[in-house]
């Protein structure tokens, strides 16, 4: 896709990246001086803008940068990102010479994969790799000793692997009873504790075990969601002992206005009927802008006032009623504040039954992402690079 210097319809997601820079800083001074952060910038940082969010990450702190597939660490080293970037998911070993000659760290948790990469590999190729241990998320990684041992010998065995990290994810870390986390928690450290010799990097924790359990840290954690100025869950909102920022608002326009007499209908099924005479307002925004059907009878911002989304969102456009007239170009929030009112993605997400990481993530890549710092526009070119 080709750069795109401006755009020429009115809807646009804003990313207030001094948001994102105190976020971090926040959890940073939360945990021990000696705990490195690795900012989680996949899916395009959680829908926000992957360049971006990174490079605000590493001014504000962060040392590593984590991603879920290679394609989009080499997005980041196109764009110029020279940090380290660990790949979080499975990579194919055929791609680990490629991986090597981009310095992308990737993770390993199957012997045969090493044994395969060795065969694909150039005799002076260096791969960093962080062994994953699944320790009761059921995904990826291993889950004895003796896999571990076999892993590290032959990782000592040969000098083009990097043993730079070893890590395992948490499946309960955001919820109040907290014995499945410790569960976890007591067989990694079994875990580690069985290498003969520690790497780099120990690392454990998510957004959730980062605030909650500092003790948990080893010397780094894994921030994705509270980077982005998010609870990891509605039940342990009331346990962060700092404020998180917001980063992400929706916004758009009045394309249209009408008004509408008793029985008029509005959008596709004529739905939406109007009681009376109502101002109707056309928004150029739809499900596929991620704004999905379901979000019907949802509220948004227009000057200050919450009105409802009316009849079904179509592909493009919805509709909202409107208190009053008002002009064509009048801006509207449909995520974040406007006027000292607020919608937050969790009440988006609530709406959509749903959890918050999900929202921003689905809001589609032909919707601008703008970004932010003290209140200023600063970069609306590298959306789509
Ligand atoms: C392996 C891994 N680590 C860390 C994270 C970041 O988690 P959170 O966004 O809850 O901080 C994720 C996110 O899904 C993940 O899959």
Not at 92 to 99: H, I, K, L, S, Y
Not at 108 to 124: G, M, N, V, Y
Request: net charge neutral; hydrophobic share 40%; with cysteine.
């Amino acid at each position: 896709m080709e750069k795109q210097d401006r755009f020429y319809r009115d809807t646009w997601v804003e990313v207030d990246l001094d948001s994102i820079s105190a976020n971090v800083t926040a959890v940073k001074n939360h945990l021990p001086r000696n705990v490195d952060i690795i900012a989680v910038v996949k899916a395009n940082a959680y829908g926000h803008g992957d360049v971006q969010v990174a490079r605000a990450a590493l001014e504000a702190g962060a040392v590593y940068l984590a991603v879920a597939f290679m394609d989009e660490a080499i997005a980041l080293r196109k764009k110029g990102i020279t940090a380290p970037i660990l790949v979080l998911g499975a990579s194919r070993p055929e791609d680990a010479g490629t991986a090597a000659s981009l310095d992308i760290t990737l993770t390993i948790f199957q012997k045969t994969w090493l044994e395969r990469a060795q065969e694909c590999f150039s005799k002076d190729a260096r791969l960093r790799v962080h062994l994953k241990v699944d320790t009761g998320m059921g995904r990826i990684g291993v889950r004895s000793l003796e896999e571990l041992t076999e892993i590290e010998q032959l990782l000592q065995q040969d000098q083009r692997f990097i043993f730079e990290g070893i890590f395992t994810h948490f499946a309960t870390a955001d919820e109040l009873d907290t014995s499945y986390f410790q569960q976890q928690f007591t067989a990694f450290k079994e875990m580690v504790d069985g290498l003969s010799c520690k790497p780099k990097y120990v690392h454990c924790s998510n957004s959730a075990a980062a605030i909650r359990f500092k003790e948990a840290a080893f010397n780094a954690v894994r921030l994705g969601i509270a980077m982005y100025g998010l609870s990891p869950s509605l039940e342990m909102e009331r346990e962060i002992p700092f404020p998180l920022h917001e980063a992400f608002s929706l916004k758009t326009r009045v394309v249209h206005v009408k008004k509408l007499h008793k029985g008029d209908k509005v959008s596709y099924g004529a739905t939406y009927e109007s009681c009376g005479e109502e101002w109707i307002g056309t928004l150029p925004i739809g499900y596929a802008d991620g704004w999905i059907r379901r979000l019907s009878g949802q509220e948004v911002l227009v000057g200050g006032v919450r009105v409802p989304i009316v009849g079904r969102i179509c592909m493009d456009q919805c509709m909202v009623r409107l208190p009053e007239y008002v002009p064509i170009g009048t801006e509207v929030t449909l995520i974040g504040k406007q006027k000292g009112r607020n919608i937050s993605i969790n009440e988006i997400a609530a709406k959509l039954e749903t959890i918050n990481y999900e929202v921003p993530c689905i809001i589609a890549s032909r919707v601008p992402r703008i970004y932010k710092r003290k209140g200023k526009t600063i970069d609306i070119k590298n959306y789509l690079i």
